[in-house]
């Protein structure tokens, strides 16, 4: 059984940084793609940021620019790194690991929810202006 836990999220100043992170536990890490996603309140959630096993990145328009997305397939982690925050990031972010995944992904494919087999509970980012 495979379980993600992200940790990280706190409170931060419009303008300021925060980075998330997810870690993985099981057999399972370097033959799948990590996403992570976000709800804020009242709103669906929606994807944030993927990467595939080659370590190909892709953004939502809205983040792109701000936001890095990184893995360490050695430790099973993946990571947000999240610059020039705006008040509209506020949201509990979510980290989740797809079913077994090609070495090459599209942005398409990452950026569904029905392509992530496994979910982590959540860390909450608050952004004041």
């Known amino acids: 059984q495979v379980e993600l836990v992200e940790s990280g999220g706190g409170l931060a100043q419009a303008g300021g940084s925060l980075r998330v992170s997810c870690a993985a536990s099981?057999?399972?890490?370097?033959?799948?793609?990590m996403g992570w996603f976000r709800q804020a309140p009242g709103k669906e959630r929606e994807f944030v940021a993927g990467?595939?096993?080659?370590?190909?990145?892709f953004y939502s328009d809205s983040v792109k620019g701000r936001f890095t997305i990184a893995r360490d397939n050695a430790k099973k982690m993946v990571s947000l790194q999240m610059n020039n925050l705006k008040s509209d990031d506020t949201a509990v972010y979510y980290c989740?690991?797809?079913?077994?995944?090609?070495?090459?992904?599209?942005?398409?494919?990452?950026?569904?929810?029905?392509?992530?087999?496994?979910w982590g509970q959540g860390t909450r980012v608050t952004v004041s202006s």
């Open positions: 989740a690991k797809t079913r077994r995944v090609a070495f090459f992904a599209t942005y398409d494919y990452l950026a569904s929810q029905k392509s992530y087999e496994t």
């Open positions: 990467i595939d096993r080659s370590g190909g990145t």
């Open positions: 099981g057999r399972t890490f370097s033959d799948r793609a």
